[in-house]
C-alpha cells in the first residue's frame, strides 16, 4: 500500500498494478500520467477504477477536496465522487488529466459547517433536468419533525410539491421522490424549503465558505441571507445516469435473527430497467481508518446468488459509515431490462461482515443472507443505470480564463458531444452561446464585450451527439468571473452613512482578557486570542493587525484531541442605531485547520442583537455570552474558509435604539494546526437602492393590499404608459403617483441596469431625449445616472426598488418592460421578497420570458391604446380584453367608464431621497 498526503488529503493505492506490464523486448514502458482535481467538499471521498481492474486507488479529502492520482497506466478510467460518476475519463502518456467534481454545475453545496437556529430554511436553485429525484442535507444535532417543499421562482412562487418527513428526522437526511412527484423545467428558476413542524427552532448544514453555490441563495425564515447557502444536495436526472432499483430506509445493525448483520455474504435481488449497469452501492460498515485489508467485492448475477455472473467481482473498501459504491464501465454490466439481476457483497478474505439492512421497501426484491432470502427486508443499497448507450460523459481538462470584460473557457469530453455555453444560467435572461454544430471531442468558448465590472456565472453543457444521446446534457462546469479583473475578497465602498466603530481593525493593540471595552470591543471567553500581526504564514488583509490566533501543539502533545469546554471569543461593540432600520454588519473572517477537522473546527461568525447601555461591559457581557439571548441573536452561519480572508455580512433591523454587534471565534478540538482570525469589521445602514431592499411590511397592511390588488384586477384596468408624463416627467417617481392620483389603476415602466448593478428606470439607450444630460446611459454607475435630473424638473432617475415601494403603498398595478437581457432573475427576487407577483398584468416579452410564462405571473389583455377620438370610445370599451392602455394622462379613460375623482395623495418624502 502506498500511502501520501496531497494538500491534507490522504491518497490510498490498493496495490493493483499502477502500470502496465512491459511489452516485448526492446519495447518501452510507456510514461504514466497522473490524474488531479477537487472533489469540491470536506469529507469526501474519491475513488479511481481501471477498466478491467476495478478499484485502483482512492482518496478521502478535507478544505476544498483536493486529490491527486500519481502513477497511472495510460488509458480510461472512472472516477466516483459523492455519488457522481466521472466516466470514460483517459490518460495520457507522460501527461496529467484534470477532473473537477467541484466545478460541476449541479445542486450538490458541500455541509461542512451549520447555520444560526431558525425554523425555516429555503434555498433558490435552477434545475437542471425535468425532475428532483433527491433532497438531501445535514442535521447537526437533535431529532426534528420537518416538511419539505418546492415553489417556482422563489418563496411566493407556486407550490409545485410538498410532502411531511415521514419519521424525526436526525443526522444525514436522504428523501426520494416517486417519478412525476417534482417536475422541473431546466433551466428554471426554483425555490427548495425545508421547515419544522411542532415549532422547534433547529439548524441546517452550510458550506464552509457561506456563498457556495452560484445559481441560488439561503433563506431563513423567509428572509434572504447575504453570503449564504445551504449544504444540500437535490438529485436530478441529468447525469446520464437512472436509478434502477434503490432501499434507503435504513435499520443500521439488526441484532436478532430475522435480519442479524453477520454473514460471509449480502445481497440483493432487484429489476433491471435499463440495459446497462454503472454503479452499486451498498452500506457494510468500515474500520476507523481506510485499510487494503478490509477490501469488499461486489459482483452482478442474473436470477439470483447462483445465477450466470453478469460483471465483476471489482474490489474496493468501505471508505465510510455511508457505504461504498463499486462502478462498472459502460458496456461491462449489459442487463436486460425486465429480468431480475442479484447485486452480491462479500469480504475479499471471506471473513463475516455487517451489511445494513432497509425497511422492505423495494417491491421487486429482498435482502439475501448466506444464501437465505430475507423477505422482510432489503439492504441499505442502490443501482444506477446508463440511461442511453452514449449518454455517460463527463468533462475533464475544464480551464477558463477572465479576459478585460469577457471570457475564455475550453474543455473535453472522453468522446464526440455538441456543446454550448450558458452566461448566467441562474439569471431570467440566459444567454447560450452554441458551439460548432459538429460533434467533437475538444470545446472551446471565447466571450468578449460584457459590461465593465459585473459578475457572471458561466456553465459549460455537452450534449453526446446521436439520436439517443442527444436529448441528455451532460453538465460541464460553473465558475464564477467579474469582467474588469476580480478582487480577493469582496469589500464593501466606503459610505458617507457608515456607523463608526472603535478600533474596527484591531490596530490599537486588543488583548484577549480585556473586558472593559476601552479598545473600543469587550472580549469574553476562554479562546485567548489577541490581536497580532503576521503569524503563521496569515497578514492582515488591511492595515498591520488582526484579532485571532494560531496554535500549534507543543512537542508530544496528544492531537488529535477534543477539548472541553469548547473554546471561543465573543467581541461586542455597544452602537447607537435607529430602530427599525436595516444595517448591514461586515468582517472579513479566515479560518483554516490542519489534519482532521472536518473544516468546522475552527470557526467564525457574526452577531448582532439588541442591548441596553452597558449590556457589554464586564460581567454584563459574561452574563450575556451565556445566556439564551445570544443563542436567539442575529447571526450568521458558522464560516470556515480553509485558509483564505473571505468578507462575510450580516443583515439585520434594529429593535431599539442600542445594538451589541460582533464576532464569534471558535475552537473545538487540537489539531496539528488551528487557526481563525477577523479584521476590518464594519456597520453601515442598508442602502436600499443599490442593495435592492424593499422596507419590510406588517401583516395587515400586505392583507390589505393585496385585497385592493385583487379588486383592481375585476374591473376594467386602466394603466398609464410611463406614468402620467402630462404632470411630470415619464419613468419618475412624480408621474407614477400622478397617475395614481388621477384614478388609474397602475402604470408601465422601463428597467434598466446600471454599471454597478443598480435596477432603475429608463426607456431610450441614451439620455439625451428625457434627462438633462446627452450620451448613452449604458456603463454609466446609478451616482452617474442621478447627476443627470429628468428633463424641466428637479425629478431623478428612480431605482426600480423606489418605485416598487411606491406601487406596493398605492396598490398599483404593473406593465414590465425590462428592456436589457439578464435582469430576470433579480427583479424576480425582488417579487419575491416584496409579494408583489399579483401586482403584475403584463410583462413584455424579449427579455423577460421567464417572468411572463412563471405560473405565479397571471397576466390580462389589453384592449388596445384608448382612441384620441371620443366617439369612438364606447366601441372600444367593448372590444375583447380586459385593460385600456393610456398615454399621459388617463382622465379620458376614466371619465368614459364613469369613475370619479380620488383622494391624492403626496409623494412620500422616503422614495425622494437618494434610493
Given amino acids: 500500500m502506498r500511502r501520501f498526503t496531497v494538500t491534507g488529503t490522504l491518497v490510498v493505492s490498493l496495490g493493483f498494478p499502477a502500470l502496465a506490464a512491459r511489452g516485448a523486448a526492446g519495447e518501452t514502458e510507456p510514461a504514466p500520467g497522473a490524474i488531479v482535481g477537487r472533489t469540491g467538499g470536506n469529507e469526501r471521498d474519491c475513488v479511481l477504477f481501471a477498466r478491467g481492474r476495478g478499484a485502483v486507488a482512492f482518496a478521502v479529502t478535507y478544505g476544498e477536496g483536493d486529490f491527486r492520482f500519481d502513477g497511472l497506466a495510460p488509458g480510461e478510467y472512472m472516477a466516483l465522487s459523492a455519488g457522481r460518476v466521472a466516466s470514460r475519463i483517459p490518460v495520457r502518456a507522460g501527461a496529467t488529466t484534470r477532473l473537477d467534481f467541484g466545478e460541476d454545475a449541479c445542486v450538490a453545496i458541500p455541509a461542512e459547517t451549520w447555520s444560526a437556529t431558525r425554523l425555516r430554511f429555503g434555498q433558490t436553485f435552477v434545475a437542471d433536468a425535468s425532475r428532483i429525484e433527491s433532497l438531501s442535507f445535514w442535521i447537526p444535532a437533535g431529532r426534528h419533525r420537518l416538511a ?298 471565447e466571450i468578449a464585450g460584457l459590461p465593465r465590472g459585473t459578475d457572471y456565472e458561466a456553465v459549460g453543457v455537452s450534449r453526446p451527439f446521436g439520436p439517443e444521446g442527444a436529448g441528455f446534457p451532460v453538465r460541464t462546469a460553473a465558475f464564477r468571473f467579474r469582467t474588469d479583473g476580480a478582487a480577493a475578497f469582496d469589500a464593501p465602498s466606503s459610505s458617507a452613512g457608515a456607523i463608526a466603530l472603535a478600533n474596527p481593525g484591531f490596530e490599537d493593540a486588543l488583548r484577549a482578557d480585556k473586558k472593559d471595552g476601552a479598545r473600543g470591543w469587550t472580549v469574553s471567553g476562554n479562546l485567548g486570542a489577541g490581536a497580532t500581526g503576521a503569524e503563521g504564514g496569515i497578514s492582515p488583509p488591511e492595515g498591520a493587525r488582526m484579532f485571532g490566533y494560531v496554535r500549534v501543539p507543543a512537542a508530544g502533545e496528544e492531537i488529535p484531541r477534543k477539548i472541553d469546554p469548547a473554546e471561543r471569543s465573543l467581541l461586542l461593540q455597544e452602537v447607537a442605531v435607529v430602530p427599525g432600520e436595516t444595517y448591514v454588519l461586515s468582517a472579513l473572517v479566515l479560518a483554516r485547520e490542519k489534519d482532521g477537522g472536518w473544516q468546522r473546527n475552527n470557526r467564525a461568525r457574526l452577531l448582532a442583537l439588541s442591548a441596553e447601555p452597558g449590556a457589554v461591559e464586564g460581567a454584563a457581557l459574561r452574563r450575556l455570552a451565556a445566556d439564551a439571548a445570544l443563542r436567539e441573536a442575529r447571526a450568521t452561519q458558522w464560516y470556515s474558509t480553509d485558509g483564505k480572508w473571505r468578507r462575510v455580512r450580516l443583515k439585520f433591523r434594529a429593535a431599539g435604539a442600542r445594538a451589541a454587534v460582533g464576532v464569534e471565534l471558535y475552537r473545538w478540538w487540537a489539531l496539528a494546526e488551528d487557526a481563525v482570525f477577523v479584521d476590518a469589521v464594519r456597520l453601515e445602514p442598508l442602502r436600499r437602492g443599490p442593495i435592492a431592499e424593499l422596507p419590510r411590511e406588517d401583516e395587515a397592511a400586505r392583507a390589505a393590499r393585496h385585497a385592493r390588488v385583487a379588486e383592481r384586477r375585476k374591473g376594467t384596468p386602466v394603466l398609464v404608459h410611463r406614468g402620467a408624463s402630462r404632470f411630470a416627467p415619464e419613468n419618475s417617481l412624480q408621474a407614477f403617483n400622478a397617475a395614481m392620483d388621477c384614478g388609474a389603476d397602475g402604470f408601465e415602466i422601463d428597467i434598466r441596469r446600471s454599471a454597478d448593478g443598480v435596477l432603475y428606470l429608463l426607456h431610450d439607450d441614451t439620455l439625451d431625449r428625457t434627462a438633462a444630460c446627452s450620451g448613452s446611459a449604458r456603463g454609466l454607475t446609478y451616482r452617474e445616472l442621478l447627476a443627470c435630473p429628468l428633463k424641466g424638473s428637479e425629478a431623478k432617475i428612480p431605482t426600480l426598488v423606489s418605485v416598487l415601494e411606491l406601487a406596493r403603498r398605492r396598490a398599483a398595478l404593473l406593465h414590465l418592460d425590462v428592456k436589457e437581457p439578464g435582469l430576470q432573475d433579480d427583479i424576480a427576487r425582488l417579487l419575491d421578497a416584496a409579494g408583489m407577483w399579483d401586482h403584475l398584468v403584463e410583462v413584455n416579452a424579449g427579455n423577460a420570458e421567464r417572468i411572463r410564462a412563471s405560473a405565479t405571473t397571471h397576466l390580462l389583455r389589453y384592449k388596445g391604446w384608448l382612441p384620441d377620438d371620443d366617439a369612438h370610445v364606447r366601441g372600444f370599451l367593448e372590444r375583447e380584453g380586459e385593460m385600456v392602455f393610456v398615454k399621459e394622462d388617463p382622465a379620458r379613460a376614466l371619465a368614459a367608464l364613469g369613475r370619479g375623482a380620488v383622494e391624492a395623495v403626496p409623494l412620500p418624502p422616503d422614495l425622494e431621497q437618494d434610493w
Fill in 148 to 445: 419539505i417543499e418546492f415553489r417556482e421562482d422563489g418563496p411566493s412562487g407556486r407550490r409545485i410539491a410538498a410532502r411531511e418527513i415521514g419519521k424525526p428526522a436526525v443526522w444525514v437526511v436522504s428523501e426520494r421522490f416517486r417519478e412525476g412527484e417534482v417536475a422541473v423545467a431546466p433551466g428554471r428558476r426554483y425555490f427548495v424549503e425545508i421547515a419544522s413542524l411542532d415549532g422547534t427552532p433547529w439548524q441546517i448544514g452550510t458550506p464552509g465558505r457561506g456563498d457556495a453555490y452560484p445559481g441560488g441563495e439561503a433563506w431563513y425564515d423567509g428572509e434572504p441571507m447575504l453570503d449564504a447557502d445551504l449544504g444540500i444536495t437535490i438529485g436530478s436526472d441529468a447525469s446520464g445516469l437512472v436509478e434502477t432499483a434503490a432501499a434507503r430506509d435504513g435499520l443500521g445493525f439488526v441484532a436478532e435473527w430475522p435480519g442479524s448483520g453477520l454473514s460471509r455474504e449480502a445481497g440483493q435481488t432487484f429489476l433491471a430497467t435499463t440495459r446497462t449497469i454503472i454503479a452499486a452501492y451498498a452500506n457494510a460498515g468500515w474500520g476507523a481508518r481506510p485499510d487494503p485489508k478490509l477490501l469488499f467485492e461486489f459482483s452482478l448475477r442474473a436470477g439470483g446468488p447462483e445465477g450466470r455472473c453478469v460483471a465483476g467481482p471489482t474490489r474496493l473498501p468501505m471508505i465510510s459509515d455511508w457505504g461504498a459504491t463499486a462502478v462498472w464501465f459502460p458496456g461491462e454490466a449489459a442487463v436486460v431490462p425486465g429480468e431480475t439481476y442479484y447485486l452480491s457483497l462479500r469480504r475479499a478474505d471471506g471473513e463475516p461482515f455487517y451489511a445494513y439492512l432497509s425497511r422492505d421497501v423495494h417491491p421487486r426484491g429482498c435482502a439475501w443472507r448466506d444464501g437465505k432470502p430475507l423477505e422482510e427486508f432489503d439492504l441499505t443499497f442502490s443501482v444506477r443505470g446508463e440511461r442511453a448507450p452514449g449518454t455517460l460523459a463527463y468533462p475533464f481538462n475544464v480551464v477558463w480564463e477572465a479576459r478585460g470584460n469577457g471570457v475564455a473557457v475550453a474543455w473535453e469530453t472522453s468522446f464526440p458531444c455538441v456543446s454550448e455555453l450558458l452566461l448566467d444560467p441562474a439569471a431570467a435572461g440566459a444567454r447560450a452561446i452554441p458551439g460548432s454544430r459538429a460533434a467533437a471531442s475538444t470545446h472551446a468558448f
